[in-house]
């Protein structure tokens, strides 16, 4: 069952805070945030696991709530390279099999 | 360290041809795992191989294909290509630890 992601897309200023949400209908054991920009290949930002561990990067940063199934990614202070597709992929193996979220669409003006 | 490398970059097809795609990981990396990206259906599992096996399979008709080699390349073959085939194929590889799959560009696949 494919993850669903909330909001589809997203426009905001330089500077402005992003929330991007992944849930599933399935138990989650581990949540991968890829950020893809225009042509060319999905980059890792980073992976959660079960227990509700919160990792950051950067100014980005996500946490994974088992309880509700549900990954939420954090962009603060948001810079014009954050612009991008970002995807969440849910896997109970690890980074070997991933079911990828549709993708939210993140759009920074200056 | 190098990254993915997927040949080639562009490929337009015919339908009813088949095709192959190469996909070589991250030195030291034995999984790779295979991906579709089309606008409409996102990012869709096709199949993972490991030291030489297909250890994961996604829901792709029989048509779709692939194979591993004692180096940890990697080829996808599709047979009878068909319109809805169109799409970006992507490879990833990743180590042991299965933590990050770090993609190819991807190879675009265009059948006519």
């Known amino acids: 069952q494919q993850p669903v992601q909330s909001p589809q897309a997203v426009i905001l200023r330089e500077g402005e805070d992003a929330v991007i949400n992944c849930s599933s209908s399935k138990a989650l054991y581990s949540v991968h945030w890829y950020r893809q920009k225009h042509g060319e290949a999905p980059v890792f930002l980073m992976i959660?696991?079960?227990?509700?561990e919160q990792k950051g990067h950067e100014k980005i940063s996500a946490s994974f709530n088992e309880k509700k199934q549900q990954s939420s990614l954090y962009l603060t202070a948001s810079q014009l390279s954050y612009s991008g597709t970002y995807f969440c992929?849910?896997?109970?193996?690890?980074?070997?099999?991933?079911?990828f979220g549709q993708g939210t669409r993140l759009t920074i003006n200056p | 360290k190098a990254g993915v490398t997927q040949t080639p970059r562009y490929l337009i097809k015919t339908r009813g041809q088949q095709v192959t795609l190469s996909c070589s990981p991250i030195s030291g990396h034995r999984s790779v795992s295979w991906y579709q990206q089309t606008p409409g259906q996102g990012l869709q599992f096709l199949f993972e191989?490991?030291?030489?096996?297909?250890?994961n399979k996604g829901n792709f008709p029989g048509r779709f294909s692939g194979r591993q080699f004692s180096n940890s390349r990697s080829e996808m073959n599709v047979s009878t290509l068909e319109l809805g085939d169109s799409a970006l194929y992507l490879c990833?590889?990743?180590?042991?630890?299965?933590?990050?799959?770090?993609f190819g560009q991807g190879t675009r696949l265009t059948v006519v």
């Open positions: 990833a590889s990743s180590d042991l630890y299965n933590t990050e799959a770090f």
């Open positions: 959660l696991l079960k227990g509700g």
């Open positions: 992929g849910t896997g109970i193996q690890g980074a070997q099999k991933l079911v």
């Open positions: 191989y490991f030291s030489e096996t297909q250890r």
